[in-house]
Nanobody, 124 residues
Framework: QVQVAELGGGLVQAGGSLRLSCAAS????????MGWFRQAPGKEREFVAA????????AYTDSVKDRFTVSIDNGKNTVALQMNMLKPEDTAVYYC?????????????????WGQGTQVTVSS
């Protein structure tokens, strides 16, 4: 049974930084993909960033490029999302997701396992 859990989140002023972490237990075989998604009130959940390893291939949505960085943190199956220069429009519940499979999978969708989500609030 795979379990995914997020740590971090909270309240920060615009221009500030936050770091989210995600751990996935019960690993399955193949390349590991871990992604971050977010859902703001009244909006659909959207892709934010993802990483695949081995190889550390990454993907970002345009609105967070040059501000957010996804990385493998403290070994396999733990991923961090460093969020800098936060904006009020980044306010949302952030979800971590995981999947395993071959190397060619789309990093932006098709995740099988999800965490419960953590709130990120950016005040103006």
């Amino acid at each position: 049974q795979v379990q995914v859990a997020e740590l971090g989140g909270g309240l920060v002023q615009a221009g500030g930084s936050l770091r989210l972490s995600c751990a996935a237990s019960g690993r399955t075989a193949g390349y590991a993909y871990m992604g971050w998604f977010r859902q703001a009130p009244g909006k659909e959940r959207e892709f934010v960033a993802a990483i695949r390893w081995p190889g550390s291939k990454t993907a970002y949505t345009d609105s967070v490029k040059d501000r957010f960085t996804v990385s493998i943190d403290n070994g396999k199956n733990t991923v961090a999302l460093q969020m800098n220069m936060l904006k009020p429009e980044d306010t949302a519940v952030y979800y971590c997701a995981a999947k395993w499979g071959p190397a060619q999978l789309d990093l932006t969708k098709g995740f099988d396992y999800w965490g419960q989500g953590t709130q990120v609030t950016v005040s103006s």
